[in-house]
């Protein structure tokens, strides 16, 4: 669920109850975003919460470069699957490199 600092916060409290009994009923992972300036705390119940820092230069171009690798990577794989013997040894390496 995004942005649920953007939810009215008269309805807040509701939408925490809704969501908590949601989980009650049907026990699943969720991940709900908000941003600071309008998180008010705990909307799950026993949830985990994170918070997700800007990337400097550096980081934004390492994770660049390891997203681009990785789908060179998978497009391999996806074209190799037409060739089983191959795909197999090749997706091998591939992921032992990983």
Avoid at 68 to 95: C, E, G, M, W
Wanted: charged content about 25%.
């Amino acid at each position: 669920m995004d942005a649920l600092d953007e939810v009215p916060k008269d309805d807040r409290i509701s939408l925490t109850k809704k969501i908590n009994r949601f989980l009650s009923n049907y026990p699943c992972q969720v991940i709900c975003t908000s941003r600071i300036v309008g998180y008010a705390g705990n909307f799950i119940d026993g949830g985990k919460e994170v918070e997700i820092v800007p990337f400097d230069v550096e980081k934004t171009a390492d994770y660049i470069k390891t997203w681009f690798n990785h789908a060179a990577d998978q497009r391999l794989v996806a074209t190799l699957s037409i060739y089983s013997p191959q795909q197999k040894v090749v997706s091998a390496h591939l992921f032992h490199c990983l």
